[in-house]
């Protein structure tokens, strides 16, 4: 099973930016499709953006433009850079992966933008 470690939220100004990090453990990283998802006080969990082991990427209508997802295979790391954010973006960001066979997720980590 791979275990997941997310770090890089914190609080942010409306329009500011942040990039979250997630490493990974083991050796099979780069056969993962990678995933940012969010959860909102009272919302569903919902996807945000995630990266195929092709690198083929998928956002969110709400993010596209904002938001970037990219991974370095070598360092099991996926990222999620977040420009120009919104106090709608505040919520909690679980970092998933996704192995065909298993799935594991982060343990989330703040993102809160507010002036």
């Known amino acids: 099973q791979v275990q997941l470690v997310e770090s890089g939220g914190g609080l942010v100004q409306p329009g500011g930016s942040l990039r979250l990090s997630c490493t990974a453990s083991?050796?099979?990283?780069?056969?993962?499709?990678m995933g940012w998802y969010r959860q909102a006080p009272g919302k569903q969990r919902e996807l945000v953006a995630s990266i195929g082991s092709d690198a083929g990427t998928g956002y969110a209508s709400s993010v596209k433009g904002r938001f970037t997802i990219s991974r370095d295979n070598p360092n099991n790391k996926a990222y999620l850079q977040m420009n120009d954010l919104k106090p709608e973006d505040t919520a909690v960001y679980y970092c998933?992966?996704?192995?065909?066979?298993?799935?594991?997720w982060g343990q989330g980590t703040q993102v809160t933008v507010s002036s």
């Open positions: 083991g050796t099979m990283f780069r056969r993962y499709t």
């Open positions: 998933h992966a996704d192995a065909g066979l298993y799935a594991a």
